[in-house]
């Protein structure tokens, strides 16, 4: 027993005392969920190619990672959060107070958000003035707010299939959701006019006007998915009739058993999205703490390797997988290998 | 005695009203009874056969079996073999050698296939441009000469040989088609291809949304075990010794009870408090590296400790008080009657516990969300580094791994979330069994 002991506690001092020291040969990434297939792929081909370990690579939202990023400066926290939007002024504040001041800005290209639904259910044609209609909490009706009452997609517009309307839609907490609500809902309010009549109804309040035309409907024919595109996908299939909001990568993957809408008559994929043509996508991110660069072995080359043409070019890998290759990208790959930090 | 009286004058073998009634009530419990498990055992059966149907696909691959040629002038155009110069090229460079190989088996076999040059490179897995480039670099003398490998080939045609992916549903996939499929058929027949027993999935490391052919367990695998020693080494002994002193020494008094208490609602919490609790002890104040099998093993400990300590009393309660009184008796001490007779008779007792909480610390996922654990993680961790310390390299877990395929786009993770499944259902059976053995061998009854 007397040795048992011995051993137990003594594994137990060196577990705490050796690490006591730790250091860190890896560099560490947390943030969104869209961008983490991106940064998984540059990881594996960095961690293949270079003489250094691959890097260790978390999802968890953009808002998460960024949290976890400000959290200060130091070998235990991450060196690079990606985000599926732009860091906002709160969140520099926030990295400032904690000594995370000089943040490189890494743009590595565009993801478009597609409406997908089951491949052998009806096809759709969409507007954003559809989606308004079919999704918007209260409609301006003659002169006042009234509970939308729509049900049916042929409600909606007269063109489209006999249908109701069942859609899944990504959960608040998800950086889609806002480009969402800004380029389809907010879009399909002013195009319809609705805008101009809930400006009239409220008396010119804009704001007020911007929050009620991005209102969702809660009354169960618009679903919030915080899961991923898998856990969507998965109630499309239960649920023929759904529709639902995906990446334009996830619904390459999956071009079996989804069939995509198009929206103003343009059908998304990279060509579209990168044109312009298609409406309805926005820039993935990526963050560098700069006071990381020298410290952890491999940040910068990592940084480098990514946006270099060999990945983030039109025809890399990260393109083939559904992201839309960034026409600046030589810009970009320049502001990293100066380290171009935001704000100066 | 009144019963009796009533009953006077007719045969007990002749059953009343009441007695009928009784019966059938208790024919009824069983009914019941058998309904509930019969419940049970339906929706195990669903989702065992589920999994399987799934995942056991995962236990098999498919390999292109070619001939090589790995030229000079493009794999070490100086000719020196210096391993340096040799890096540069990287594996973007070695998949156009990989398709000319192909080529070369097609045109061989005499195949006719309508398929460009980037379709037939297509049919080859991304991971075995750096499978050629590893062997390459590991024994530079190969260049200049033509090798045989086995290549993994790319995840839809794989599904193809297993029966995952169809002629039909490929003409509607944009990232394959049915002349890809056709092609790797007559491949098949021609013997460039072959689908065996996939060690790689045990094996080999998580790999990239592109890939998930490549895709293993190998680096969740050797997690979770860190993970399972740093549970036993920590929550066994401390666990062991708070119960024999709550059992046997402490006194009874309200600060032991509140201790009690206190253990028994810490078995209840759920498992992501302690994930949060791990968070600002383990990585903030005491600065252990994120994503490290130890702060996960050291959360695990927490969460595993009460399992482990309510199993241990009661294992130590049912040791009977004449075996202490006995040795008290002859002499010895507290301590002896302890540690020489009442600990080894509830060792069994122990060790089921102990058991049964690591299987509970094996199958948990929501705390390691908090620690960093659930992540893209590719290279082996090592025990012990000098720089990182002992198991202080990032590594996912069993569970974890589930998880973090279960979200991936690509139709190919849901067969590796289902054989992964297997995998850690194979590893708590174990578990469970040895738990089963233990305690059938060693427990002694009175």
């Known amino acids: 027993m007397s040795l048992f002991k011995l051993t137990a506690s003594s594994l137990a001092i060196a577990a705490v005392t050796a690490t006591a020291a730790a250091a860190r040969d890896n560099v560490q990434v947390a943030g969104s969920s869209t961008v983490l297939p991106y940064a998984s792929i540059v990881a594996e081909a960095f961690g293949e190619n270079f003489d250094f370990a691959t890097p260790v690579v978390e999802s968890g939202g953009s808002s998460a990672g960024l949290k976890r990023f400000c959290e200060g400066v130091g070998e235990n926290t991450i060196d690079i959060a990606n985000a599926s939007r732009k860091i906002k002024d709160s969140e520099i504040a926030a990295c400032a107070e904690a000594g995370v001041t000089d943040i490189v800005e890494v743009r590595i290209g565009y993801d478009g958000i597609v409406f997908a639904s089951d491949i052998n259910g009806n096809a759709f044609a969409f507007t954003p003035a559809d989606w308004y209609n079919a999704l918007a909490a209260e409609l301006p009706v003659d002169g006042a707010m009234v509970a939308n009452p729509n049900t049916n997609w042929s409600q909606v517009n007269a063109n489209f299939a006999d249908q109701p309307i069942m859609a899944f839609i990504p959960g608040t907490k998800h950086g889609t959701r806002e480009v969402f609500e800004e380029k389809v809902i907010l879009q399909g309010c002013e195009d319809s006019g609705a805008m101009e009549a809930i400006l009239q109804i409220n008396g010119g309040d804009e704001d007020a006007a911007e929050d009620a035309c991005m209102a969702i409907r809660t009354d169960g024919l618009s679903v919030d998915i915080d899961g991923d595109y898998t856990e969507t996908l998965a109630r499309i299939e239960a649920d023929n009739n759904g529709i639902g909001v995906f990446g334009l990568a996830f619904y390459e993957n999956n071009t079996d058993k989804l069939q995509v809408a198009t929206i103003n008559d343009v059908v998304p994929s990279v060509e579209s999205i990168s044109s312009g043509d298609y409406p309805v996508s926005r820039p993935l991110y990526f963050y560098i703490k700069a006071a990381h660069l020298d410290v952890i072995p491999g940040l910068q080359e990592f940084a480098d390797f990514f946006v270099s043409d060999d990945m983030a070019g039109p025809d890399g890998p990260l393109a083939e997988y559904g992201l839309v290759s960034d026409p600046e990208l030589a810009a970009t790959q320049e502001a990293v290998a100066n380290r171009a930090v935001m704000g100066q | ?446």
Do not use: C
């Not at chain 2, 990287?90 to 156009?96: K, L, Q, S």
């Not at chain 2, 061989?108 to 750096?130: H, M, P, Q």
């Open chain 2, 1 to 446: 005695m009144t019963d009796q009286t009533q009953n006077l004058g007719r045969s007990l073998l002749e059953t009343d009203a009441r007695t009928r009634k009784r019966n059938a009530a208790e024919a009824r419990f069983k009914a019941f009874g058998v309904a509930a498990i019969a419940v049970a055992l339906l929706a195990l059966v669903v989702l065992l056969t589920s999994v399987v149907y799934n995942g056991a696909s995962a236990f098999k691959q498919t390999y292109f079996e070619l001939d090589i040629e790995l030229p000079e002038a493009k794999l070490d155009k100086s000719g020196t073999r210096d391993l340096e110069v040799m890096k540069k090229v990287t594996t973007i460079g070695y998949a156009p050698i990989l398709t000319a190989a192909l080529e070369a088996a097609i045109e061989k076999a005499g195949i006719e296939t309508t398929l460009d040059k980037k379709a037939i490179g297509g049919l080859i897995s991304k991971e075995a441009a750096a499978t050629v480039r590893n062997a390459v670099l590991a024994n530079p003398e190969i260049v200049g000469t033509t090798q045989s490998f086995s290549i993994l080939a790319e995840g839809r045609i794989d599904g193809y040989f297993k029966g995952r992916v169809t002629l039909e549903s490929a003409a509607l996939d944009s990232n394959t088609s049915p002349e890809a499929l056709m092609l790797a058929q007559a491949l098949a027949d021609a013997g460039y291809a072959d689908t065996k027993f996939n060690w790689a999935f045990l094996t080999a490391p998580d790999a990239s949304d592109q890939r998930p052919e490549a895709a293993g367990l190998g680096v969740a695998i050797l997690g979770s075990a860190y993970m399972m020693i740093v549970v036993l080494v920590l929550a066994l002994p401390i666990g062991v010794a708070a119960s024999v002193y709550l059992e046997e020494f402490a006194p009874k008094n309200r600060w032991t009870d509140l201790i009690e208490v206190n253990i028994s609602n810490l078995a209840a919490v759920p498992s992501i408090v302690f994930g949060i609790l791990g968070l600002a002890i383990f990585i903030n104040f005491a600065q252990l590296n994120q994503s490290s099998p130890l702060v996960g093993g050291l959360v695990l400990t927490l969460m595993t400790l009460p399992t482990i300590i309510i199993s241990t009393r009661a294992a130590l309660k049912a040791v009977p008080p004449s075996i202490r009184d006995a040795a008290l008796g002859v002499g010895a001490s507290k301590m002896q009657s302890v540690f020489h007779h009442v600990l080894p008779l509830a060792a069994p007792g122990i060790l089921t516990g102990t058991i049964i909480g690591l299987a509970q610390a094996l199958g948990e996922t929501a705390p390691l969300l908090l620690i960093g654990m659930v992540a893209f993680v590719r290279d082996y961790p090592a025990a012990y580094t000098p720089e990182a310390g002992l198991f202080g390299e990032a590594s996912t877990a069993l569970p974890v791994q589930v998880f973090n395929w279960t979200q991936r786009a690509d139709p190919g993770f849901v067969e590796r979330a289902s054989g992964a499944i297997i995998t850690l259902l194979v590893f708590l059976l174990i578990m469970n069994a040895i738990a089963i053995y233990l305690r059938r061998r060693f427990e002694r009854r009175w």
